[in-house]
């Protein structure tokens, strides 16, 4: 099995390259999978918790032949309601072993989110914005130790 920590996105390729992108939707799946490991047979919503960290919500919001896509998120009480923060649609491509984000919340809480959601406006540079943003927070979630796995 590839390690994830032998594929450095930024450096893998031409950063904001289509072969980059390719290069950081692989490293992407492999810090998901890390994080949920059985994601090919997870269905519903899933909640992880560890200690001093937000609580992370995995919905799978699709299941295909050879897809999932699914709903990443943080749920935030605030006084106006529940926030959710980064709220990022994630499609898992289990023949090709890749991870894209789809969407990412327009709402960003966090000032350095909303910069990189805000930055470009080419296709290419939107898909590498949103899935630079899913991969540092993968390897954030993993540091954390959250993981996922079936009820």
Known sequence: ????????????????????????????????????????????????????????????????????TLSLTYHFETD?????????????????????VMSIGARQRHATLRKLVQEHHKELDRRWRRNIVLNKWLDYLSDQGHLVLER
């Open 80 to 100: 106006d309601g529940l926030l959710v923060d980064p709220d990022m649609t994630v499609r898992v491509y289990l023949d090709c072993q890749l991870a894209e």
């Open 1 to 68: 099995m590839l390690l994830d920590s032998h594929l450095v996105p930024q450096t893998a390729a031409k950063p904001g390259s289509f072969v980059g992108l390719m290069a950081l939707y692989e490293s992407n799946y492999l810090r998901l999978m890390r994080l949920i490991p059985e994601v090919e047979r997870l269905d519903g919503c899933f909640r992880s918790r560890v200690a001093g960290d937000c609580d992370l919500h995995v919905e799978i919001l699709e299941r295909c032949r050879y897809t999932v």
